[in-house]
Every structure is written in structure tokens, then in C-alpha cells.
């Protein structure tokens, strides 16, 4: 009984500790669960901030492929014209040649439009001022020009205009009142920057030039001053001394200053361009950090949700494994509290019966003794004694079976009470197997506390982290609101400056309304001064005198009105009409003088130029005959051809006249051949162009298409000799010419309305398959 007791106790304290053990793993779990709630919560905030760092760094990497091809597109414009600075393109051919002998003449400074610059706005204006001065030569001294003159003689390269600096001489305008004429820009001079050792070579070009707003205004100011100098308005028409015009449309970006003035521009908005690249890129680097990290962060807080929500299931399943626990141990102990219950019954009524049987079994022994006493001490009544003794005898052989039957059923309590013990000792078994399963269950709790440790510190970095995270929204909110101190400061000062702007305005409008006051006045003065004395503003300048007396000169003036009244009506019109037919005379009189003039020097200009085209000619259809012949020879594998001129007298009027002899054939023009000898000569005579003039790129379109394929072989294969100096675009559907390409493209139509270009580069095809 005591054994059943104490495996009871035990059962009940092994019961507590395991219910306590389970509150402990409830409460982790709550807390498990906890941190796997907030691990997702964390997730979610990470997922935004992870997809706004996506757009931010798509609309970085978008900004910087944009500037690139804007910075690209700027940079290969300037490249352009760069080159075209360097080649002295738009230039004449003298002028080419001789700032290319720069390094061997002396004294050249380099034609105008490279000694002049001018902002964008006046750059037309003053490209068309200039004219066929911008390819003007500036040299030091006429020994220079000289030099640079036999220079171009020798050469036969043409002819340029030079201006020695000793001996160009300039001045500017000096009109009076031109610069306070309404839409008046500026003296050319004056719009153009340059070493102030060209001042007499600008003054003499432009010195007498005035840029206007627009033709209206043009025309006004030529009216006033008479034609006296010439007008040039800022889109380009012009108004020449003594009256003519000159106008219509121009290209902005045709001339050499417009290039260079875009050239700078170019420059400029390339550099500003790569700077705002660098920043966009920069800033693509940022945000792909940014991106990083952000993708760092959600991937360590996703990690710590699934650590969070693999606890949780570990601990359900440990809360699961105690519940079964428990449900076992208090069963153990309500069995053992029933049947300890029952036996410690059963042993007190057997020790009971036991006690109740001995105490009789020796008052009958105590009986039978006596009456064996009384039966010896009394012979007489033996008899009856000896009847009371087998009475006595067979009552005590039925207390004695009694006692046996006693004896045997405390036997069977004895077993039975070693039952119960082998069945407490079975059941100090299963508690020991179940102390073994507690002593697991701790080390699992152990463990779970480790991890549960584990996650604990995790949980402090976290706080620490956002700690730190809270710290710099501090400081960013410490900043904005400095921000939001600095934008309310400056507000204030702009409502400042708006007021002060208001006052500014307010006195503006005053000033221009005592302007317009004035200018009306004035207006009004120079009308009386007209209708009266017929007087302009600048003849009243030029007769201006200074009076004594102001009374004395209206005395005066009312003597003169007296004496001109007394004249009577004089004949006005003659004065006018002879006014008007002067000038038409001196105008028309100054327009034969032009024309004549300017005929002349086109005559000669004609002269000269139609001499030097037919000595070009001359040259050029020697060279190109002789590189006919020997094309043909080489395209045809033998044959003879040549060109000739109808007649020699007139080389640039005539026709030329072409011969070809095919090989086996007779000699035959043009005109008398088949199609595809036409067309074959036709191609020796390009190539033979080619070879005399090469060109960076050529076109052809089926030039090819009425010859036959061994035809179609030579052009090709003749072509592939010309494509060291000359890059052939060739459209073509002959198989000859695509097997002597470099590269194929091809369109095709997979599907209708949609094109699809196909490339096959035959170098890298034959170095691929090892073709030679």
C-alpha cells in the first residue's frame, strides 16, 4: 500500500510538472505565433517599399537610356560639324587651299566667318550682311595676299579675296538718331565679337550695316535716313544704300556662321547633356542599391517568417505530444487512487476475519482443554464426557475448517495483494517509461528555448534596427521641418519681393503712362513743326540756334508769317513734282550705274569661270576617257572604247559621243548596241567615274538586271575591286552579285502587314564554316 501511495505521488508531481511544462509551451506558442504575425507584417511593408524602388530605378534606368540617345544624337551632330569646321566645308576651293597652306604661307589669319562670332539670334543677319565676304582671307600684309595669290596661280586652285591688315580701313555709322529708331537691333559691328585687331576689317564690312527687327521697320528707317546705308533685318531680307532689296527664304543652318554659332551651342549643350548623364546614371547606380538592399531586407524578413511560422508548427506539435501526456497521467493516477482504494478495503476486512477466526479457534482449544481435564479428572461421567468431547472434537474440526477456509481466503488476499504489486510495479514501469518521454519532452522544451533565445535576439537586432530606422526618421524629420522652416522663410521673402514687384510695377506703369504723355506731346510739337514750317525733327536739329529772347522771336515769327502771307499762294506742286522727278532720275540714274556695273563684273565673272570649267573639263574628260578604256578592256576581257567630244570648239555645249568595240565585234556607238552591252558599257563608264572620283558609298539599283550571268559575274567581281575606297549599297536579285557580298539583308513576309528584315554577314558565315 505505502508503494501504491508513493508511485501515486509520483504519478501527481510527474502530472503537475507535465501541465506546467505545457502552460510554458502555450505561451511560447502564443508567442511564436506573435512573431510570425509581425514577420508578416514586416513583409508587407518591405513588398512596397521593394515596389516603389523597382519603378524609381526603371524610371532612372529609362531617364538615362533617353540621355543617352539625346547625348548621342548631340554628339554626333557636333561630330559632324566638327569635321566639316576641319574640311572647310561651304568654302571655295581657293579658300580651302589655302588655309590648308596655312603651315606654309605666312600671314594668314584664316577667312572671316572663322575671326567672327555672333549669338544665335544675329547670326542669319549677319551671315547674309557679310555675304561672299565671310570667305574673305585676312593676312597680315599685301606681301601676303601676294604670296598667297601666286600661291593659288601655281596650283590652279581658283580665286579668293584677301584683306591685308595694313591696308583695310573702316568706319562705323555715325547718322544720328538711328539707334533710337523703333525696331532697331544693332550696327553689325557692334553684334559680332572679335580680336580687336580685326576692328577695321569688321568696321569696313559691317561698320555700315544696321540689323532691324523686321522689313516694316526696315523700310521705315530707309525712308527717314534716305537710303544712306544698308539695312539688314534679323530673318534675312535686306535693303541696300541706295534702295534696292533683297529677300525671300533662307535656310538658317546653310551658311558657315550659322554652323559655327550651332557648333558652340552644340558644344555646350554636350557638355550640360554628359553632366546630366552622369547624374542620371549616378542616380540608376543608387536606386539599384537602393533595390539591393530593399531586396536584402524582405528576403531576411521572409526568412524570419518562415523560422517564426516553422516554430509554431513545432510547438503545436510539442503542445500535442504534452495534451496526450497529460490525458495518459491523469488516468494512471485515477487508476491507481481506485484500485489502491479497493485493496487497502479488501486487506481490512481480511484482517478483520482473520482476527475474529484466531480469537475463536483459541477459546475452542481453550474449551477442548478443559474438557479434556474435567474427562480425566472425572472417570465417571466419561461417558457423557467423552460425548462432549467428540462434540467438542468435531465443533472444533469445524472451527479448524473454518480457520482453513480463513487461512486459504488470506491466502488469496496474500496473492491478491502481491497482484496489486506486481501491478504497482508494472505500473512504476510505465511511470518510468513516461519520466524517460517527460526527460525527452524537456530536452525538446530545452531546445525550443534555445530557439526560442535565438529568436528572442533576433527580435532585439530587429528593435535595434528600428531603433536606428526611428533615429533617421528623426533626423528626416528634423530636416524637413527645417525644410518647411526654410520654404515658409522663403515664401515669405517671395511675398516680400511680389510686393515689392507690385510697387515696381505700379511705378512702371506711372512712368510709361508719363511716357506715352511725353511721347504724345513730342508728337504733337513735331506735327505743329511740320504743318507750319514743313520741318522734320533732324532739319529742326540742323537749324537749331539758340534765342536771345523768346518775345523778340515770336516777333519775329509773326513779321515772317506777315511777309509770307503777303507772297500770296506760290505754286507748291512745282517744288514737289521737281523733288519727285530728281529722285527718280537719281534713283534710276544710280540703278544703270549698278546694273551696268554688276554686268560687267558678271561678264567677267562668267569669263573666268567658263575658263576654268573648260579647263577642268578638258582635264577631267581625259582622265575619265582614259579610265573608260582601260575599264572596259577589263570588264569586257578585252575590246577597245573611248569617249569623244562632238565638238572640241565647245567642249562645255557639245555632246559626248561614246564608242565601244566589244571584243570580236566592230567598233559601233552607243546607240547601235544590244540592251545588255548598253548596260554593260554603261556600268565600265560609272566605274571608270569611280576610280577617277571615288566616293565613300555608292547606290546601285539593279543596274545589272538585263545582263547574263557571266556578265552579271565580272560586274560583280570588278565591283569587289573598287570596294577598298568605295562601299557598295547594291540592290539586287541576281545570285552573281549576292555571292560577291560582304553582308545580305533580305525582307520577308512572315504574316500580312508584317516585315521582317534578315542579315547574314558571309565573312563571318565563311569564317564559321572554315570556307576560304
Known sequence: REAAERDRAAAEEQLQSARQEARENRR?????????????????????RMEERKKKAAAAAERRVQLTMDTGALENRRRLLTEMEKEYEGFSKAVKFVCRAQSGLQGIHGPVANLVKTDGRYSLAIEIALGAGLQNIVVDREEDAKAAISYLKQRDAGRATFLPLTAIRGDELHEKGVEKEFGFVGLGSRLVTFDPAYRNIVYNLLGRTVVVEDLDCGIAMARKYRNAFRIVTLDG???????????????RSAGVLSRSAELEQLTARTAAMQAKLAEAKQAEEDTARELAAAQYELETAEA????????????????????????????????????????????????????????????QESAAADARAQAEAALSGQSELLEKSGALAEEISGRKSDLAALAAE??????????????????????????????????????????????????????????????RLAAITEEKNALEAERTAKNRAGQEMNENLLNLERVVAKLDQKRATSAMEEKQILDRLWEHYELSHSDAQAQRIELESVPKANRRIGELKRDITALGTPNIGAIDEFQRVNTRYTYLSDQRNDVEKAKGELQNIIGEITEEMTKIFAEQFKLLSESFQTTFQELFGGGTARLELE????ILGCGIEIKAQPPGKTLKTISLLSGGEKAFVAIALYFSILKVHPTP???????????????????????????GRTQFIVITHRRGTMEEADVLYGVTMQEQGVSKILTINLNDMAKELKIK
Open 410 to 471: 488470506r491466502e488469496a488476499t496474500v496473492r491478491s495483494a502481491a497482484d496489486l504489486r506486481a501491478l504497482c510495479a508494472d505500473l512504476s514501469g510505465d511511470r518510468e517509461q513516461k519520466e524517460q518521454m517527460a526527460e525527452t519532452y524537456r530536452r525538446n522544451i530545452a531546445a525550443a528555448e534555445e530557439e526560442i533565445a535565438g529568436l528572442q535576439t533576433a527580435l532585439e537586432e530587429l528593435a535595434g534596427r528600428g531603433a536606428a530606422f526611428r533615429q
Open 28 to 48: 511560447a506558442l502564443e508567442d511564436a505565433r506573435d512573431e510570425a504575425e509581425a514577420a508578416a507584417n514586416i513583409i508587407a511593408g518591405h513588398s512596397l
Open 304 to 363: 524570419q517568417r518562415r523560422y517564426a511560422e516553422d516554430e509554431v508548427l513545432r510547438l503545436e506539435g510539442i503542445r500535442g505530444q504534452y495534451d496526450l501526456l497529460l490525458r495518459s497521467l491523469e488516468e494512471s493516477v485515477e487508476n491507481l487512487t481506485g484500485e489502491l482504494e479497493s485493496l487497502a478495503g479488501r486487506l481490512t476486512d481480511n484482517d478483520a476475519r482473520s482476527a475474529a477466526a484466531q480469537v475463536e479457534i483459541n477459546r
Open 647 to 650: 565638238d572640241e570648239e565647245d
Open 697 to 723: 558609298f555608292c547606290v546601285m539599283d539593279e543596274i545589272e538586271a538585263a545582263l547574263d550571268d557571266a556578265n552579271v559575274t565580272r560586274y560583280a567581281r570588278y565591283m569587289r575591286t573598287l570596294a
Open 237 to 251: 531680307q535686306v535693303i541696300n544704300r541706295g534702295g534696292s532689296m533683297t529677300g525671300g527664304s533662307t535656310s
